[in-house]
C-alpha cells in the first residue's frame, strides 16, 4: 500500500490545499519550526499550512529542522516542537532534519545521540518519531545500524526507481509541480498506513477506545471498569495480560488504561486491569488475495513480527488466512 505525499514550509509560499487535494495529495509534512524555542523560529506558515491542509482532508504532520550540536540542545529542540505541535491530530510521525552544515563539524557518534535524544524526546510525550536525512547522510554521517532498527526512516534519494533502504516515507523528488503550489515541491510516498497506526496506539494526539471510555466516566465509574493488581517479581505487562485478560496480546488495554508510556513495571507497583467484562473494541481488517499476516501487522502495526498478535486475538493456531476472513485487529 503506497500513499501520495508531500513536505513543506514558509519556502513553498502560499499554498491552496484544495488545489493540493484535488491532485491526489494524501498526506503533508509541514515544517513547524527550526533550532530552539524562539518566536521568531516557528515556521511562519505552520498554522497556515496544518489549518489548511486539515480542512481539505488532507492527514498532516509536522518536521523540524536543527541545529543542535549536544543532546540537550536536541532535547531542547524536540520540546519546543512538542510545543508547536501540541493540540493537532497528527496521522504522520514528527520528523527530525538534522542535516544542516553546522553538525559536520560533529562526530558521527555525536549526530547518531543527537538523532536519539530528539527522538526519544518525542516518542516519550506520546508522539511517533522519523528520522529525515539523504542517502549519503545515512551511509557516512549516522552510525545507521543504531538507528534504523528503533526509528522509521523517511530518506531522500532522487532520481532513482526505489530507495536503497527499506523506509516508512521515501523522498523520491524535490522538483514535484502540483496545482495549488508556485514552483517546486517535494514529493514523497508513504509505505505504512500511518494513520492507522497513530489510531490503533493512540499517539500524535489521537486518542485510543480506552482513553475515550477513561475520560468519559466519572470516578465512581472507573472503578466499576477495573479491578487492581499488584505487580509481583518477574512479571511482565504480558504475563499480566495473560493471567487477567486471558491474551497477553491484551497488554496494550494495560498499557492504555494505565497510560504508559513504554512497558517497564516493576513489583509492588499497583495497576489497574480492564474487567473481564469490558467490552474491549477492535478494528477489523478483510482479507484479500495473496494477503499474507505478516502483511496485514505491518499495516496496522507498523511491524510484520506482531503478526503473532493477530493470531492470538482471534484464535489461529496456524498462519494460514483466506480472502474474504473478517480478522480482529
Known amino acids: ?52 491542509a486539515k480542512n481539505a482532508g488532507i492527514s498532516c504532520s509536522a518536521y523540524h529542522y536543527s541545529y543542535a550540536v549536544s543532546v540537550q540542545e536536541a532535547v531542547n529542540e524536540a520540546q519546543f516542537c512538542l510545543e ?33 535524544a530528539f527522538c526519544e524526546e518525542i516518542e516519550k510525550n506520546g508522539y511517533y518519531a522519523i528520522i529525515y536525512c539523504n542517502l549519503s547522510w545515512l551511509e557516512n554521517y549516522l552510525y545507521k545500524d543504531e538507528l534504523l532498527p528503533k526509528y522509521d526512516l523517511w530518506l531522500a534519494q532522487w532520481n532513482v526507481k526505489k530507495p536503497s533502504y527499506q523506509c516508512g516515507i521515501w523522498q523520491y523528488s524535490e522538483t514535484g509541480k502540483l496545482d495549488g503550489i508556485n514552483g517546486n515541491v517535494d514529493m514523497n510516498i508513504s509505505y505504512k498506513n500511518y494513520p492507522e ?42 504475563s499480566i495480560a495473560e493471567k487477567m485478560l486471558g491474551s497477553g496480546s491484551l497488554y496494550k488495554e494495560i498499557k492504555q488504561f494505565n497510560n504508559l508510556y513504554n512497558d517497564v513495571i516493576y513489583p509492588g507497583q499497583n495497576l489497574k486491569i480492564p ?3 469490558m467490552q474491549i473494541s477492535y478494528n477489523t481488517h478483510t482479507v484479500k488475495k495473496g494477503e499474507t499476516l505478516w502483511e496485514i501487522a505491518e499495516k496496522y502495526y507498523g511491524d510484520g513480527t506482531k503478526y503473532r498478535e493477530i493470531k492470538k486475538i482471534n484464535g489461529l493456531d496456524e498462519d494460514k488466512i483466506y480472502p474474504g476472513q473478517v480478522l480482529k485487529i
Open 275 to 277: 474487567k473481564t467484562n
Open 197 to 238: 497506526i497513530m489510531k490503533i496506539k493512540g499517539l500524535n494526539g489521537f486518542k485510543t477506545n480506552t482513553d475515550v471510555i477513561t475520560e468519559n466516566q466519572n470516578s465512581s465509574s472507573k472503578q466499576e471498569l477495573f479491578t487492581s493488581y499488584t505487580v509481583n517479581t518477574g512479571e511482565s505487562l504480558w
Open 84 to 116: 508547536n505541535i501540541r493540540g493537532y491530530q497528527l496521522a504522520y510521525p514528527i520528523a527530525f532534519d538534522s542535516e544542516d552544515k553546522i553538525m559536520l563539524k560533529l562526530s558521527t557518534r555525536q549526530r547518531t545521540d543527537i538523532c536519539k
Open 1 to 52: 500500500m503506497e500513499f501520495k505525499g508531500i513536505d513543506v514550509s514558509k519556502w513553498n509560499g502560499t499554498i491552496d490545499w484544495q488545489k493540493v487535494k484535488g491532485s491526489g495529495i494524501d498526506f503533508a509534512i509541514i515544517r513547524e519550526g527550526f533550532g530552539v524555542k524562539s518566536p521568531n523560529q516557528i515556521d511562519e506558515k505552520f498554522k497556515y499550512n496544518i489549518t489548511g
